[in-house]
C-alpha cells in the first residue's frame, strides 16, 4: 500500500483495518463495530495471555450480569456523576415497562460490590480477587473511531478487596507488574505507568494510576488503569468484616481495567509497516503461510512434499497454513504479507532438491534456508527473533519520543512534533489552572507523574513558575 | 449431604448449587444470577473444547455488538413473532431518547445478516462459516431457575451461509457431529438428537433440531439446537451471490445454538452423587487436590514432600492444589469431595515411608497406592478411567429411560415415572391437535422425531389411530 504509517497515521490506519479485514465499519448502531475473525482470532489470544497472568496472581474469574439496577449505580456519588450521562438505559422488557431501569454496566463496580458484601464477613474472607472479561458500553459523545472509541468495548476489569490500605497498594503495584509482562513482554507495546492528578482520575478513586501508550501520530493512548478505590466505595456499599481485634472495619478496594479494543490498536499501531500489518508469532493467527511454487509439470510434487512441511509443523501445534489457492505465488506474498502473517515459507522444485524450505519472517523479508531437519527449530527461533527485533526497534521509537523542557516556550515547541515531553509542574492535587492553560494553549494534557520518580529539587512549574512538586508528562491525547 | 438427586432432584440441585459455590441467586435483578468462580472456570474450559470443534471444523470467531436496532429485528415476520415479546429494549442514552429502540440481542440472525449481504457477492464468498461465543437476552415469563432458565444466559451460536440446499443440510449432521464429539465424548452428556414438530422450530426456520437430555427427576431439558434456516432470511436480508451460471441466488443458511448455561446444568446433574459434586478429569479447575496428613513433629517433613509431589504434576501442565489450610484431614476430604475435585491424593508419614502416595477417585472413594515414579502416569489413567466410569453409568441410565409405547395408556403409565417414551405419531407437520392432547392430557411435549430413524409400517398414531408417519419421542419436559 505504501502509506507512510507516521506521517499519514489515521489512512494507515483505516487502510490496514479495512483491507487487512480486522473490522467492518457497517453496523447500522453508531459508535458499535464489528471485529472479525482475523483481528478477533489474535483478540482471544491476547485475552488467554492476560488471563494466564491474571490466574498466576490467584484472581479467579466470574461472571457477573451486564444489566445494573439504576438503584446500585447511583449510591456512590462521584461514580454516577462520572458515568450517569454515558449510561445506556433498558426501560422495557417484551410488552411491559420496567419498574426500575436497569444500566447497560459502564464498568462493573456498582454490579458486584452489593455481593462483595454479603461475601465479605471476616478476615478470612479477605482477600477477594477476582477479574471478568467482556464487553462495556458506554454512550460516547466524542468521535468515535474503530478499536480506540467506540460505545461498546471489550476489556478485562479486576476487583480486589483487602483488610488493610498498604494490600490494597501493593496490588496497584502488582497491576503494574501485570502490565508490563503483557504489555511489553507479550505484546511489545511500549508505554509508560502515570498516577493521574486528582482531577482527572476514575469516578469514585482515590487514585489512578493509567498506562499511556503512544500512537505513531505522536499522541498518546491510555490502554489500561488500576484504581486506588480506598474505602470510596466500601462505605457506600457497606462491605464491612470483624478484624482480629473484634471491630467492624471497611474493607479497601482496587480495580483494574485492561483496554484490549484499544490494546489492540495499540498492537497493529507499533508493530505495522508500509507494507501492512505486522504481528508477533505468538499473536498470530496463523504463524506460518506455506506458499507453493510450482509449475503444471511439478505441481504434485511440489504440492505433496509442501503438505509434508505442512503435516510436520501442524503436529508441533503451530499455527499453519498451507496456501493451495488458484492464486499466483506474487499474489499470495503480497496478500499474506498485508495481513501480518509472521512467517513467510516458500517451496519450489529447488528446495526440494535441497531438501528444506526457504524462510521468509515478515519484518525483514530476507529469505533465508532451513533443511527440513532443523525446520520445527528455525520456525521458533525466527519467531521470538523477529519479535526482539520489533520489540528493540518499538522501544527506540518510544525512547526517541520521550523528551523534557523547563519552561512554557520549550514545552510548546517539542509538543510540536508529538510526543510525551516531562515538565516540573506545580501540584497534583491543586494546579487544575496550569493543566487547564496547557490544555487550551498547547491542546495537550497534563497526564500525571510515573510511579517511583522523585520530586523536582529547586525547579519551577513551567506554567505559574511557583515551586514544582511533582515531574509531569505532557502530551497530545486520543 | 446425602440427598438423593433422582428422587428429590430440585433440593439436589439447589443444595449443590448454593454450598459448592456455583453460583449466586442474591443480584437484585429477576433471572439474573452472578457466576461464581467453582462454575466459571468449567464453563470456560467448556467453552474451549466447543469452540475447538469448531475451529476445527473451519468456523471462525467473530464478535458482534448485543445492540439491534429495531428495524433489524422485524424483518423477518415468523422470527419477530417469536422473539419480539422477549425483548430488552434501550430506549435512552445518557439523558437522550434514542431515535431508534434498541434490542439486547435475544439471538443474532437479525445482526449479522444484514453483514452477510454485504460480504457475499460470488460464489467463491462461500461458504462462511463463523460463530460467536458469548450471552443472549430473553425476556422469559416462565419460571426462572438457575442456569436452566434465566433471562441472560451464555452460549455459542453459529451462522453459517451456503451456495445449495444440500450444503446447508449437510451443516445441520455436521453440527449434530460436533455435538457427539462435544456433548458425548467430551462432557460425558447422554443426549437425543430430535427434529422438531413444525410448530415447535425456531421462529423463522425451516426446520429444528435438537438434543435433548434428561434430568435426574426424568424431564427433558433442550441443550443444544440446530435450525436449517433454508432461504427464509436469506429473502427478507437480501443475502445473494452470483451463481457460476450467471443468475443470482439467494443462499442457504444454518444457525447452530449450544447453550452453555444448561450443558453445565446437566453436567452437574449427570456426574454428581449423593455426596455432591463430580467434575469430569478434564474439566475440573482442580484436578487433583493433596491433602497432607501430619501430627506436629512431622509437619514439615510432610509439608515439604506434599510439596515436591504437587511440584512434580503442577511441572507436568496438571491443575493440581497443596490444601495447606488449617482444616483437619477429615473436613478437606468432605470439603474437595463436596466440591467435585476428580482425584484426591493422601499423604502421610506411611506414604512417605512407601515413597509414593494414596490415590482415591471421587467417584468410588476408593484407596489405592501409587509411587511416586508411575505417578504422573497414575493421575492421567484415574482421571481417564474415571471419566469412562461415568460415562458408562450414565449412559445405562440414559438407555433405562428411553422407553416405548404403542397406545395412549401405556404412554400414560410410561411417562409416570419419567423419561422419554417413543410411539407411532401421526404427523409432525398437521398432527397439532394429537399434540395438544398429549400436551393437556399427559403434561408432555412431543419432542420430534429422531434423525435417520425410519418411518413405522402399518402402525397407527397413539393419539387419533390415524396412519402414524413418524415415531415420535414424549417427554415432560423443563
Same mark, same amino acid.
Not at 478496594?253 to 495499540?266: E, L
Given at each position: 500500500?505504501?502509506?507512510?504509517?507516521?506521517?499519514?497515521?489515521?489512512?494507515?490506519?483505516?487502510?490496514?483495518?479495512?483491507?487487512?479485514?480486522?473490522?467492518?465499519?457497517?453496523?447500522?448502531?453508531?459508535?458499535?463495530?464489528?471485529?472479525?475473525?482475523?483481528?478477533?482470532?489474535?483478540?482471544?489470544?491476547?485475552?488467554?495471555?492476560?488471563?494466564?497472568?491474571?490466574?498466576?496472581?490467584?484472581?479467579?474469574?466470574?461472571?457477573?450480569?451486564?444489566?445494573?439496577?439504576?438503584?446500585?449505580?447511583?449510591?456512590?456519588?462521584?461514580?454516577?456523576?462520572?458515568?450517569?450521562?454515558?449510561?445506556?438505559?433498558?426501560?422495557?422488557?417484551?410488552?411491559?415497562?420496567?419498574?426500575?431501569?436497569?444500566?447497560?454496566?459502564?464498568?462493573?463496580?456498582?454490579?458486584?460490590?452489593?455481593?462483595?458484601?454479603?461475601?465479605?464477613?471476616?478476615?478470612?474472607?479477605?482477600?477477594?480477587?477476582?477479574?471478568? %472479561?467482556?464487553?462495556?458500553?458506554?454512550?460516547?459523545?466524542?468521535?468515535?473511531?474503530?478499536?480506540?472509541?467506540?460505545?461498546?468495548?471489550?476489556?478485562?476489569?479486576?476487583?480486589?478487596?483487602?483488610?488493610?490500605?498498604?494490600?490494597?497498594?501493593?496490588?496497584?503495584?502488582?497491576?503494574?507488574?501485570?502490565?508490563?509482562?503483557?504489555?511489553?513482554?507479550?505484546?511489545?507495546?511500549?508505554?509508560?505507568?502515570?498516577?493521574?492528578?486528582?482531577?482527572?482520575?476514575?469516578?469514585?478513586?482515590?487514585?489512578?494510576?493509567?498506562?499511556?501508550?503512544?500512537?505513531?501520530?505522536?499522541?498518546?493512548?491510555?490502554?489500561?488503569?488500576?484504581?486506588?478505590?480506598?474505602?470510596?466505595?466500601?462505605? $457506600?456499599?457497606?462491605?464491612?468484616?470483624?478484624?482480629?481485634?473484634?471491630?467492624?472495619?471497611?474493607?479497601?478496594?482496587?480495580?483494574?481495567?485492561?483496554?484490549?479494543?484499544?490494546?489492540?490498536?495499540?498492537?497493529?499501531?507499533?508493530?505495522?509497516?508500509?507494507?501492512?500489518?505486522?504481528? $508477533?508469532?505468538?499473536?498470530?493467527?496463523?504463524?506460518?503461510?506455506?506458499?507453493?511454487?510450482?509449475?503444471?509439470?511439478?505441481?504434485?510434487?511440489?504440492?505433496?512434499?509442501?503438505?509434508?512441511?505442512?503435516?510436520?509443523?501442524?503436529?508441533?501445534?503451530?499455527?499453519?497454513?498451507?496456501?493451495?489457492?488458484?492464486?499466483?505465488?506474487?499474489?499470495?506474498?503480497?496478500?499474506?504479507?498485508?495481513?501480518?502473517?509472521?512467517?513467510?515459507?516458500?517451496?519450489?522444485?529447488?528446495?526440494?532438491?535441497?531438501?528444506?524450505?526457504?524462510?521468509?519472517?515478515?519484518?525483514?523479508?530476507?529469505?533465508?534456508?532451513?533443511?527440513?531437519?532443523?525446520?520445527?527449530?528455525?520456525?521458533?527461533?525466527?519467531?521470538?527473533?523477529?519479535?526482539?527485533?520489533?520489540?528493540?526497534?518499538?522501544?527506540?521509537?518510544?525512547?526517541?519520543?520521550?523528551?523534557?523542557?523547563?519552561?512554557?516556550?520549550?514545552?510548546?515547541?517539542?509538543?510540536?512534533?508529538?510526543?510525551?515531553?516531562?515538565? $516540573?509542574?506545580? %501540584?497534583?492535587?491543586?494546579?487544575?489552572?496550569?493543566?487547564?492553560?496547557?490544555?487550551?494553549?498547547?491542546?495537550?494534557?497534563?497526564?500525571?507523574?510515573?510511579?517511583?520518580?522523585?520530586?523536582?529539587?529547586?525547579?519551577?512549574?513551567?506554567?505559574?513558575?511557583?515551586?514544582?512538586?511533582?515531574?509531569?508528562?505532557?502530551?497530545?491525547?486520543?
Amino acid at each position: 500500500m505504501d502509506i507512510d504509517k507516521h506521517s499519514n497515521f489515521s489512512e494507515w490506519f483505516s487502510t490496514v483495518l479495512k483491507e487487512a479485514k480486522l473490522v467492518d465499519l457497517r453496523y447500522n448502531v453508531k459508535g458499535f463495530i464489528v471485529i472479525l475473525p482475523w483481528a478477533f482470532k489474535t483478540m482471544k489470544l491476547m485475552y488467554s495471555f492476560a488471563e494466564a497472568e491474571l490466574e498466576k496472581r490467584n484472581h479467579a474469574p466470574v461472571n457477573f450480569p451486564v444489566v445494573i439496577p439504576e438503584s446500585n449505580l447511583i449510591k456512590e456519588e462521584e461514580h454516577v456523576k462520572g458515568f450517569g450521562g454515558e449510561v445506556f438505559w433498558i426501560t422495557h422488557a417484551g410488552f411491559n415497562r420496567l419498574e426500575e431501569r436497569l444500566a447497560l454496566r459502564p464498568t462493573s463496580e456498582t454490579a458486584m460490590y452489593p455481593l462483595y458484601a454479603l461475601w465479605i464477613k471476616g478476615k478470612s474472607d479477605l482477600p477477594i480477587k477476582m477479574y471478568q %472479561s467482556g464487553a462495556v458500553w458506554r454512550y460516547e459523545t466524542k468521535a468515535t473511531r474503530p478499536f480506540i472509541r467506540g460505545r461498546e468495548f471489550l476489556w478485562i476489569e479486576t476487583h480486589d478487596a483487602f483488610a488493610t490500605k498498604n494490600e490494597a497498594l501493593s496490588q496497584v503495584m502488582e497491576d503494574i507488574e501485570i502490565l508490563n509482562v503483557f504489555l511489553w513482554d507479550i505484546l511489545g507495546i511500549p508505554f509508560i505507568v502515570l498516577r493521574r492528578p486528582q482531577w482527572d482520575k476514575f469516578p469514585g478513586a482515590d487514585d489512578t494510576y493509567a498506562a499511556d501508550t503512544l500512537m505513531p501520530d505522536g499522541k498518546v493512548l491510555q490502554i489500561a488503569t488500576t484504581h486506588m478505590l480506598g474505602q470510596r466505595f466500601s462505605k $457506600p456499599f457497606n462491605i464491612k468484616f470483624m478484624d482480629e481485634d473484634g471491630r467492624e472495619k471497611f474493607v479497601w478496594q482496587t480495580c483494574f481495567g485492561i483496554g484490549m479494543n484499544r490494546i489492540y490498536a495499540a498492537l497493529v499501531a507499533w508493530h505495522g509497516d508500509n507494507k501492512g500489518l505486522i504481528y $508477533p508469532f505468538s499473536l498470530s493467527p496463523i504463524q506460518v503461510v506455506i506458499v507453493p511454487i510450482f509449475k503444471e509439470n511439478n505441481k504434485e510434487k511440489v504440492l505433496n512434499y509442501a503438505r509434508g512441511v505442512y503435516k510436520k509443523l501442524k503436529s508441533k501445534g503451530f499455527r499453519v497454513l498451507l496456501d493451495e489457492s488458484e492464486k499466483t505465488p506474487g499474489f499470495k506474498f503480497n496478500e499474506w504479507e498485508f495481513k501480518g502473517v509472521p512467517i513467510r515459507m516458500e517451496i519450489g522444485e529447488k528446495e526440494i532438491n535441497n531438501e528444506g524450505v526457504l524462510i521468509v519472517p515478515r519484518d525483514t523479508g530476507i529469505r533465508s534456508f532451513a533443511s527440513l531437519n532443523e525446520l520445527v527449530d528455525k520456525v521458533s527461533k525466527e519467531g521470538k527473533e523477529m519479535m526482539k527485533r520489533l520489540k528493540e526497534k518499538n522501544w527506540k521509537e518510544f525512547e526517541k519520543s520521550l523528551k523534557s523542557a523547563s519552561t512554557f516556550e520549550e514545552l510548546k515547541k517539542k509538543l510540536e512534533n508529538g510526543g510525551i515531553v516531562r515538565v $516540573p509542574f506545580c %501540584s497534583l492535587s491543586h494546579g487544575i489552572e496550569c493543566y487547564n492553560k496547557i490544555k487550551e494553549e498547547l491542546k495537550a494534557e497534563v497526564r500525571g507523574e510515573k510511579v517511583g520518580e522523585g520530586k523536582p529539587k529547586g525547579l519551577k512549574c513551567v506554567v505559574c513558575g511557583k515551586e514544582a512538586n511533582h515531574f509531569v508528562y505532557v502530551a497530545r491525547q486520543y
